[in-house]
């Protein structure tokens, strides 16, 4: 197989693959295809690790296709572009995010909804249409088509934005659907990792009151002091739940593991929205009575489009919200996904790619 990447397309690239289930990283040699006249090549830069690229790595959710080069964070320096690329010239500074095609013919697509297209190719461990494989920016360089790169302003640091492309879209899409983004409405984040503390961050900016709402009491100064959360509510202390019923007119839920919704729901005001961006791996209960009382509403999201994805880059750059982030050499991967196992790290591994990925 590995020796199939190395002959599918013409440029040769460099990066780190997983080859099996086992999600050990090691250095790959690869190809990516020739620009075309509406692509854009860039240099990588730098790499977000996203917690489902530790899922993919491990097949954890039954689709992986190895090799695997993971990588839906990525950010660098435009190297080459096609003779009809409008947007992008040499040198300017761009990213791509979780998806690199898309039908473009849909009625999810005509609405700069590519992210619910059901023919959505994602940056990696996918096919194009033409049956090769996707591989991300765990890697020295990339080719994407113009539509799907974002244009990084220059008062955002490559490296900062390049998690905002996964996480920073994840939470900034439902603020905005959900009309969570008004000044003085009361919003709750359930879970303060890679998502929940660009959630506070990006709420906050919107003008919103922000309670970060966790199991985890140590958690409280980390929230209030550093993040800028308002408020800090325990999950677990049923006097602090009773005391906040019906106060939120959102919640925004990144908690991945199986949690009970049901305080969650509690806690909303009549017309309230506790939308679910982590995807725990077995079903929740979803208790109706309590939606019924107040006309409240639980639901999903999933990243943005590439129109609101520039929108949410550009954002951040305006108000300068920055994710929290360890920035890391390509040969410290392995130990980095065993700290994220552990949800040891604040709050994202940036992997330098430009400095430390070495032939």
Request: proline fraction near 6%.
């Amino acid at each position: 197989m590995a020796a199939q990447a190395e002959i599918e397309h013409p440029r040769k690239a460099f990066g780190w693959a997983a080859r099996d289930s086992s999600g050990l990283l090691s250095p790959f040699n690869f190809c990516r295809r020739e620009p075309g006249e509406k692509d854009v090549a860039f240099r990588v830069l730098y790499c977000g690790i996203c917690h489902s690229d530790l899922h993919s790595i491990k097949n954890e959710w039954g689709t992986s296709i190895y090799p695997m080069v993971p990588g839906h964070e990525v950010a660098g320096v435009v190297t080459e572009v096609g003779s009809k690329v409008e947007k992008f010239k040499v040198g300017d500074k761009v990213g791509v995010g979780c998806l690199v095609d898309s039908c473009r013919t849909c009625q999810n697509c005509c609405d700069n909804l590519e992210n619910y297209c059901p023919q959505s190719t994602f940056t990696y461990g996918a096919k194009y249409r033409d049956g090769t494989i996707t591989y991300g920016g765990y890697s020295d360089s990339m080719v994407a088509e113009e539509h799907f790169v974002v244009r990084i302003p220059d008062r955002l640091p490559l490296d900062a934005a390049a998690p905002l492309l996964c996480a920073g879209i994840t939470v900034y899409s439902p603020l905005r659907y959900y009309g969570l983004d008004k000044p003085g409405l009361h919003v709750g984040v359930v879970g303060l990792g890679g998502l929940g503390h660009m959630a506070v961050k990006f709420a906050k900016a919107f003008g919103a009151k922000v309670t970060v709402i966790s199991t985890s009491p140590n958690k409280k100064e980390e929230a209030i002091q550093n993040l800028g959360a308002d408020s800090f509510l325990i999950s677990r202390d049923q006097d602090q739940v009773q005391a906040a019923m019906g106060t939120f007119d959102g919640i925004i839920d990144t908690v991945s593991a199986v949690h009970p919704l049901l305080p969650l729901i509690g806690l909303l005001k009549s017309h309230g929205k506790l939308v679910m961006v982590g995807a725990p791996e077995k079903p929740l209960e979803l208790p109706v009575f309590p939606l019924l009382a107040g006309r409240k509403i639980v639901a999903g999201t999933l990243i943005g489009g590439l129109m609101e994805t520039q929108e949410m880059i550009d954002f951040a750059a305006k108000h300068n919200v920055k994710p929290d982030i360890e920035v890391i050499p390509m040969d410290y991967v392995n130990t980095a996904m065993e700290r994220l196992l552990k949800a040891d790290v604040k709050y994202r591994f940036v992997i330098d790619i430009g400095n430390t990925l070495k032939f």
